[in-house]
């Protein structure tokens, strides 16, 4: 059977490679094998920038050639590490075994080859490597996405600051906002959530079998291998070290890092579902795009496909993402291997919230404000006025504001004669100049501070 999209069993190498692509070289096996290359090229050379015994500082051409194995890491690379993987049976040593490999061409590196790996246990390399690939699909991929889609919404937010909305709290009609208020509420929400991803401290430890430094000290008592680990985590990979840990850095910040991302996809499921309703209310309309079909049997629709497959996908990424933050600081005594297995899903989660975020913006970029459809929605909800007038009756301290609009209204149509006869009614003891004032007030008008609260988000 040929492999292709048309048989792949995830619709992320299927229906929708093309657009999680840029995670692929990040966190798949691919990008596995090409961080622990990285790892222990890095470790391999900081041991010999250690000042241990008989062991030099590697020559410029040596670093070189170390480095630029990681740098030129391609897919035919990864397949020669597979195939020596199919004697080992074990990944991380297949890589030791294929790096020492690439060494041949340089006498002063063959004669430290037995420094490659030196007293390190597969999680030092494969901790490390899961951080680094979390730190490229987090830096390079996911926040410049969602900071696209928090661009988007913001601009929304100003460029629609001033036009009145019918608020529905319960479902029902409700004080009004505006289309840029409700849109700047969002934004609100995902900029201290976006922030909540970018702090993550994405931690790593090179520690020996249980945390100990146990082979490394009982080969050079005399180093300070603590602080020679801290060094090559934060100085030479650009992570932060974790002093404590068993045989594995125990992923609490893993779980950190992934419960901040459901926190994320839940606010955008949360806007999805809000703007399907508003289309489907006809605030918003849908650009067409020739050629493409709404339904099959109905010619006349245009379906919010966009916001539902964004819901969709955010549902799986969270569910994915929850049981990655459950499971993962979990280990049975100083190891087991059930986190080997469900870490390699990483990059299934975090693909399924960037096809979120790919969809979310298509259907944002489709939106088009049905400016009749608002007015008369609001044109069509009077009793919303009930609030205000009465608030102003309470102000003025007339008795039982609430009660007597309740009373006047009940079991009739809210128009606009009806709230009107309720002000000019000579028995209501306000001011004229307040009677004035309620009678020019509309449901559009009525939006309190929305346009500056809405204008106000955009710096």
């Known amino acids: 059977m040929t492999l292709s999209p048309l048989m792949a069993l995830s619709p992320l190498d299927g229906r929708y490679a093309a657009k999680v692509s840029a995670l692929r070289p990040l966190l798949s096996e691919f990008g596995l094998m090409h961080r622990r290359v990285q790892v222990e090229v890095e470790w391999f050379i900081a041991l010999s920038d250690a000042g241990l015994p008989g062991f030099a500082p590697f020559s410029e051409a040596s670093r070189g050639l170390l480095r630029g194995v ?19 049976n074990h990944d991380v040593k297949a890589v030791e075994y294929w790096l020492k490999s690439r060494l041949a061409s340089q006498p002063e590196l063959v004669a430290a080859q037995e420094f490659v790996h030196f007293a390190c ?4 390399i494969n901790n490390t490597s899961h951080a680094l690939m979390l730190k490229g699909a987090r830096d390079d991929v996911l926040l410049p996405q969602l900071d696209r889609i928090i661009a988007k919404l913001t601009s929304m937010a100003v460029a629609l600051a001033a036009v009145p909305m019918l608020s529905r709290t319960h479902g029902q009609t409700a004080s009004p906002t505006t289309v840029g208020k409700e849109i700047a509420n969002v934004v609100a929400r995902l900029k201290p959530a976006r922030e909540r991803i970018a702090g993550v401290k994405l931690l790593a430890k090179m520690n020996g079998a249980v945390g100990n430094y146990n082979a490394h000290r009982i080969a050079y008592p005399e180093t300070d291998w603590e602080s020679f680990s801290r060094k090559v985590v934060e100085e030479r990979l650009g992570l932060t070290f974790n002093p404590y840990t068993i045989q594995i850095e125990p992923h609490d910040y893993m779980a950190e890092l992934f419960d901040a991302v459901t926190r994320t996809n839940t606010i955008l499921i949360d806007w999805a579902r809000d703007v399907w309703g508003y ?13 493409e079909v709404g339904s099959s ?8 496909i966009d916001f539902e497959n964004a819901e969709g996908n955010f549902g799986m990424a969270s569910a994915l993402l929850t049981h990655l933050s459950q499971k993962l600081p979990i280990s049975r005594w100083q190891r087991d291997l059930t986190d080997s ?3 390699r899903n990483m990059g299934v989660a975090l693909g399924y919230s960037l096809l979120g975020y790919d969809s979310l913006l298509r259907g944002l970029d489709k939106l088009e404000l049905n400016e009749a459809a608002l007015a008369a929605d609001l044109d069509g909800a ?27 209204t009940r079991g009739k149509p809210m128009t606009r004669e009806l709230m009107q006869g309720f002000i000019n009614d000579p028995q209501l003891a306000l001011p004229e100049e307040e009677k004035a004032r309620l009678l020019a007030l509309t449901p559009g008008a009525y939006i309190g501070d929305a346009v500056r609260l809405a204008q106000r988000i955009g710096g």
């Open 297 to 304: 049997a109905m010619p006349h629709k245009v379906n919010p």
């Open 121 to 124: 246990t597969s999680e030092d």
């Open 70 to 88: 990681v740098a030129r890491f391609n897919e035919a690379d990864a397949q020669g590490i597979k195939d020596i993987e199919k004697t080992t």
């Open 341 to 343: 297995t469900v870490l």
């Open 382 to 408: 009077w009793e919303v006025l009930a609030e205000a007038i009465q608030t102003v009756m309470r102000r003025h301290g007339l008795p039982q504001p609430y009660e007597q609009l309740k009373a006047y």
């Open 279 to 291: 289309i489907s209310l006809g605030f918003f309309k849908q650009k067409l795009k020739d050629g």
